[in-house]
């Protein structure tokens, strides 16, 4: 029922910022208790799970990242957006957006997945 799609530049320069949308359909990102989290995998690596937006547009991200990490959300087009600044190629990842009822990495077979969309960071 609930699909998400990222969408964004593949291929993104050394000090620039990484912007990634998810766009979703057949659910909104205002339903109540929902998070909307942004997960990626590196090559030859298990999941990163980088954070979420919930459903009042409240963010909360992983340390590790935070000083380099943005959310937000257009609810007008039912999208939410990464925005990862000073990236390197250890940014290189495949990237994925998806939905839970709680806080944290949700889970690959029981919550909703984006397709994954890979970014690599080259000059």
């Known amino acids: 029922q609930v699909q998400l799609q990222e969408s964004g530049p593949g291929l993104v320069k050394p000090s620039q910022t990484l912007s990634l949308t998810c766009t979703v359909s057949?659910?909104?990102?205002?339903?109540?208790?929902?998070?909307w989290s942004w997960i990626r995998q590196p090559p030859g690596k298990g999941l990163e799970w980088m954070g979420a937006?919930?459903?009042?547009?409240?963010?909360y991200y992983n340390p590790s990242l935070k000083s380099r990490t943005s959310f937000s959300r257009d609810t007008s087009k039912n999208q939410f957006t990464l925005q990862l600044s000073s990236v390197t190629p250890e940014d290189t990842a495949v990237y994925y957006c998806?939905?839970?009822?709680?806080?944290?990495?949700?889970?690959?077979?029981?919550?909703?997945w984006g397709q994954g969309t890979q970014v690599t960071v080259s000059s």
């Open positions: 937006i919930n459903y009042s547009g409240a963010a």
């Open positions: 998806a939905t839970s009822r709680k806080l944290g990495l949700p889970d690959r077979e029981k919550d909703y």
């Open positions: 057949g659910g909104s990102i205002t339903m109540n208790y929902y998070y």
